[in-house]
């Protein structure tokens, strides 16, 4: 007979990039009952990856834990992750990017539309700006690409979970790096927090996404 389910265990499978964010979430509430295993972040740079990664991740833990949920947003795939979310029966993280949930749902509606054209950086991100921005995308070696890429960006927003010089500092930097109007808005952990509660205080598999949408 293969392992039974854990009555008590709950699995949160992840885009990287999160990692230490939902990790510092899970020690701030003795959230000893939650597990991540995540994806690589450099799937950012091919959303097209994440979709079949995270079914073979609920595929292969499914008998292992009581409840399965996804930290990602839509992050670029183009609905194809929300038709593998439906198939599979779990739930996600709202939102079309998972950077979302550090500053709500309702106040990154706003910075969007104050400038549609934004780039995002967490903590994490800015701290790997060099190896999944400039390295992920070339621009160390190919320069000209910045241009193509981010010529439609006007600013780069850091959104800072902590209050770090040294991490706005590499925000900044990367800002300068890419020609962008730098601007800092502090987030803490709260809505993350807020989103995650939900998830692993499951009682089955199935999580009530608007509850986790503000």
Known sequence: MGEERDPGRVLVIACG???HELVRVRE????DHVEFQCLPA???NCPQKI???VREKVRSNRPHFRSIFIAYSDCGTGGLLDAVIREEGVERLPGAHCYEMFAGSRAFQALHDSEPGTFY???FLALHFER???KGLGLDRFPGLRDQYFGNYRKLVYLAQQDAVAIESKARQAAD???LEFEKVST???FLQSAMSVAVNLPSDTVDRKSVQD
């Open 188 to 190: 803490g952990y709260d």
């Open 132 to 134: 999944l921005v400039v």
């Open 51 to 53: 979709p079949e990664a």
């Open 17 to 19: 990039a999160l990692a």
């Open 121 to 123: 950086l967490t903590d």
């Open 177 to 179: 790096c890419l020609g």
């Open 42 to 44: 450099e799937y950012h």
């Open 28 to 31: 701030l509430n003795g959230w």
